[in-house]
């Protein structure tokens, strides 16, 4: 695990896959990328919000600015 990041949180546009939501989530936490992506996908399964949930951090979440 690495550190987490300190400031906002957003999306990370350099290692998205669809939008970099999980990504900017496991930047901010300190978590895999692939771990979260991963439990994401397990996580759909079960019965719940998660596309919806996953949407509204794509519109609410800004995108990162760092290049």
Excluded: E, N
């Amino acid at each position: 695990m690495t550190s987490p990041a300190a400031g906002r949180l957003t999306r990370d546009t350099r290692h998205r896959v669809i939008a970099g939501v999980c990504s900017g989530l496991a930047r901010r936490w300190g978590l895999s990328r692939t771990g979260l992506r991963v439990a994401f996908v397990v996580s759909c399964v079960l019965p719940g919000p998660q596309f919806i949930a996953y949407v509204v951090l794509w519109v609410v979440m800004p995108a990162d600015d760092r290049f």
